[in-house]
């Protein structure tokens, strides 16, 4: 205990920095469940794919320890536009292939599940087995930097130095601290204007609401459906980069146990709630690191669950609630 009061304010940080991850990968899963009302189990390979864009990234500009800042800072910037287009991609062929055909035939929703589910596993594997697949393909001499040690952890090429910034209580917060908490927010409030004042955001909230009067109304459900996916990938690439800045390794299964946490802070926050998932990761994030604190790292994935069964059954919604098909504008 004296352990958490001596550093309450770095727990606290590093914990908000930790829950904005949580929150930008929580988006895919609230906006996917918000219109369709359906879980994307396979999300979390969504976010594991973008990781692996950051690594390629900076492996194809040959990237070492001793970059420049002004270099550093333009591999991150181009990391972060190939990770959101690779996984917004990855996102678009998910809905493709392991929603829409179901989609078309009113498939019971449990089998959209038993879909997703199947597809994060094939997902996972395919880049578990990239080597295999590339000596198939007769590449593997070509990419042997990207395919090398297929099923072992892979790191940034350049260790990234968090700079101190200006101290709150006895912790200094960092350059990356403040990037991947105010990153979070941005893309959280750009999302958000998105869906409440564009007229695909419109569109979005009419099937949320009634999927039946909104193609009355000339609504294209099968467009709305592939922009969800693709915002949500979007999200989840910004998430891997920001990952990247700050853990620096990622795995082929690397998306499960962060793809878990991320759905239960979307639950926490009131799945189908934009604002919610970002309430829900923060709260995650802050909760976790109290509970390393207090009764030891190893708890550190209980504390999160045990959370979520206490909120939940004081308020079954969520702490905001709120379905994407009622935001108000």
Avoid: C
């Avoid at 035939?105 to 879909?115: D, E, R, T």
């Avoid at 990153?183 to 099937?207: K, Q, T, Y």
């Avoid at 000339?218 to 700050?246: C, D, E, K, P, W």
């Amino acid at each position: 205990m004296q352990f958490f009061f001596d550093h309450f304010f770095e727990l606290t940080i590093t914990g908000l920095a930790l829950g904005s991850i949580y929150a930008l990968v929580a988006l895919g899963y609230t906006m996917v469940y918000g219109v369709l009302q359906l879980i994307n189990f396979a999300h979390s390979e969504v976010f594991m794919y973008g990781t692996f864009s950051v690594v390629w990234v900076f492996y194809l500009f040959g990237a070492g320890a001793d970059q420049s800042t002004g270099s550093l800072i333009g591999l991150l910037v181009a990391s972060m536009i190939v990770a959101m287009v690779v996984s917004g991609g990855v996102a678009l062929l998910l809905e493709r292939v392991a929603y829409r055909p179901l989609l078309k035939k009113n498939s019971p929703k449990l089998v959209a599940l038993i879909s997703a589910i199947g597809a994060s596993f094939a997902l996972a594997e395919a880049m578990g087995l990239r080597d295999r697949i590339a000596g198939f393909l007769g590449l593997e001499g070509t990419l042997t930097k990207y395919v090398a040690g297929a099923r072992d952890n892979r790191s940034l090429p350049t260790t990234i130095t968090p700079d101190p910034l200006f101290k709150i209580g006895d912790y200094n917060v960092t350059t990356v601290d403040l990037l991947v908490i105010v990153m979070a927010l941005l893309m959280m409030f750009a999302l958000d204007r998105f869906v409440r004042r564009s007229r695909l955001g419109r569109g979005m909230r009419a099937v949320a609401q009634d999927p039946s009067s909104a193609a009355l109304m000339g609504v294209n459900s099968t467009r709305v459906y592939q922009v969800t996916f693709l915002l949500g990938g979007l999200m989840a690439g910004v998430a891997a980069t920001l990952y990247m800045i700050r853990i620096g390794t990622t795995r082929f299964d690397a998306g499960f146990i962060l793809g878990v946490k991320a759905f239960t802070a979307a639950v926490l926050g009131g799945i189908g709630n934009l604002r919610g998932a970002l309430v829900g990761g923060l709260v995650l994030g802050v909760a976790e690191n109290w509970g390393s604190a207090i009764i030891g790292t190893e708890w550190k994935d209980v504390v999160a669950f045990v959370l979520l069964v206490v909120i939940l059954l004081f308020r079954p919604t969520g702490l905001l609630g709120e379905s994407l098909g009622k935001a108000r504008a």
